[in-house]
């Protein structure tokens, strides 16, 4: 499995931007989709964002769409995900996790199975 680390998370007021950045161990890394996740307080993960291993495609969840915007670098082997106009429901810890190779109907095919340690982000009303 490949070893994540995420980054960039803290407190902003709604309205507000941050960007996530995600640092895979090796460069397997960059062959893999990443994606984003979070889970709030009571609530289950959910998914957040995805890209597939050469930045080309790129899928949201429909209550992200618009606002957040997910990209990689793979000679850094690092995934970042953009948030702009943030919301008090946006408030969750955030997961980076890396996945299948394969995509299917423009939506990654398969589980993402290597997940980082979570970094916290908070909007305040």
């Known amino acids: 499995q490949v070893q994540l680390v995420e980054s960039g998370g803290g407190l902003v007021q709604a309205g507000g931007s941050l960007r996530l950045s995600c640092t895979a161990s090796?460069?397997?890394?960059?062959?893999?989709?990443m994606g984003w996740f979070r889970q709030a307080p009571g609530k289950e993960r959910e998914f957040v964002a995805a890209i597939n291993w050469g930045g080309g495609s790129t899928y949201y969840a429909d209550s992200v769409k618009g606002r957040f915007t997910i990209s990689r670098d793979n000679p850094k082997n690092t995934v970042y995900l953009q948030m702009n106009s943030l919301r008090p429901e946006d408030t969750a810890v955030y997961y980076c996790a890396a996945g299948p190779r394969s995509w299917y109907g423009g939506r990654p095919n398969g589980d993402f199975d290597s997940w980082g340690q979570g970094t916290q982000v908070t909007v305040s009303s």
């Open positions: 090796e460069r397997t890394g960059s062959t893999l989709t």
